[in-house]
């Protein structure tokens, strides 16, 4: 049996073609499991899990915990329940986020707080994190268990500390991948640390896979970040432009900021700040990007995750599983092309 | 060294005098933890957890970890972390709700939402119940993992269901009953299951422990729908008819609009299910539940699962213990007078 995957999502998966048909059969199960464990008898949970369940993510974190389990020769069958929790732990920061962030888009479709309210994104999201810790507990892993865990407080104090640093134009880099790592690159991290520690193998195999999938978030972030100033609405599933009317500080705005004249600088206070936003703005935020390389400069910095989460993995043995991780960096950078 | 309970606490431990005195030491331990794992470098979490945490809530759901655990005369530490996981299990819930339900005021102060705005509600909430989680992991007992997962999803799931039935004054009671045993009493049954697990007593001495929390949940949740429309605002920590005020469906409705009048019908669901509340309906809502014994035969309703609770504990030999628990019914139900 195939993975059901629907039909924009095999588009997407154009440049990870090693890592979907390595673990092919493993995330037709995955995707079995998703579908039974966001059924309930309550009838709102199933429509708004499916909702954003259904709409085409890339299901990178699962695919990530199934390959490096692969990698890792892992013989058992944890690894299906694991990369299901991972993505329900993604879903349910998904739909947290859209709340916080009083999105009205999500993947191209209207987000789920739109059409069932906060109430129900909320609640859905604590549910299934709550169907997460049951799979985890279920596959009886305590080290997995404390990965997890442990990522899911990490990823909630990373939301937290990037709703502390908002609209402070003056952040600076390191502040900005403090709240990175912590809210994205921790779940890519844990996800790929399960496997290794499922198949039993070494700290030091483990240490690996985790600075991998650490190091991927980081540049899969800072790639996100260029996209939304240089991507297309199609491609993106969300407006060119989104990060800047939500007065989001990210990386390109960091290194502008920085490299900026004064008159620059007021344009972001104004801008991000104070959320005065009038037309021709983000052709303005645009073009002072490109004047300071601020793009291009964004990615270059991901490139520089990028060779880290490579070297991470050199001490495996080449396998299918590597070459398809490897390859997964490079997918993650060129996004931006 | 004695417990740290703010001082109106000392008078809300009126009644369960018993309990507090069985748990004191293990009590001054577990607020130990949850002082210490609301820390983060992240400013706004000790912040924000903190005035919910220190606003004088009972803490009776801890209590029941540690006082079943004496039951089962359990010799370890492992209450200790499991009873500060239910209680930020319970804090997590709180911060949620208040989003959900826009409330303004919880426990007498102004609810976290309204001082660092719901972002933060949701995101401290999804950081508690990662500590959570984590302590459940230190401790180290799948058994206790199992029970507390299920019931983080239960309780999500019964949240929904309330939302799903809101507004609507055809719910019946035992389509309430559902709802409450979700929401309010798997966190009261776990909270009881866990400690005969940690003992590792037997399946019977499990299901009485869980049996005597869900009954003992669902007698306090009817409580306290009944205080809500006949406390008095000092006591409870928020104001009468905050429920009529929010369109809730609570058990002293769905009895009155079953009792009542077409006319009567009329007034609840304009009030309840249209949301028009005109100066003096609350003493309307009042005069009808009083001519229909709503309040009473709530009351009368929660004594009955509060014989449950009662029975359920029977098995165990007497002890301080058991008295304590058995103390703990009495409260619960007596608050009402």
Known sequence: ??????????????????????????????????????????????????HLISSGGKRLRPMLTLATAALCSYRGDGHIKLAAAVEFMHTATLLHDDVVDESDMRRGKLAARMLWGNEASVLVGDFLL???????????????????????TVIAE???????????????????LAVIRAKTAA??????????VLANRSKADQAACESYGANLGIAF?????????????????????DDFREGKITLPVVLSFRRGSESERDFWRRTL???EIRDGDLETALGIMRKHRAL???IERARHYGAMARDALEIFENSAAKSALLETVDF????AH
Request: net charge negative.
């Open 158 to 176: 990373g939301e937290v500390m990037q709703l502390a640093a908002a609209k402070d134009t003056t952040t600076t880099e390191d502040a900005y």
């Open 273 to 275: 700040e104070k959320g």
């Open 332 to 335: 993650c950078i060129s996004r």
């Open 221 to 241: 972030q800072l790639i996100d970040d260029a996209l939304d100033y240089g991507g297309t609405s199609a491609a993106l599933g969300k407006n060119v432009g």
């Open 130 to 152: 709550g169907q997460a810790f049951k799979m985890m507990v279920e596959v009886g892993s305590l080290a997995a268990l404390d990965i997890l865990s442990s990522a899911a």
């Open 1 to 50: 049996m195939g993975v059901v995957i629907p039909l924009e999502e095999k588009t997407k998966a154009a440049g990870v073609e090693k890592l979907v048909s390595l673990v092919d059969g493993d995330m037709g199960r995955v995707n079995q499991t998703i579908l039974s464990r966001t059924g309930s008898e309550v009838a709102m949970i199933p429509e708004v899990a499916n």
């Open 296 to 298: 291009e400069d964004t």
């Open 187 to 196: 779940l890519f991290a844990a996800a790929c640390e399960v496997g290794p």
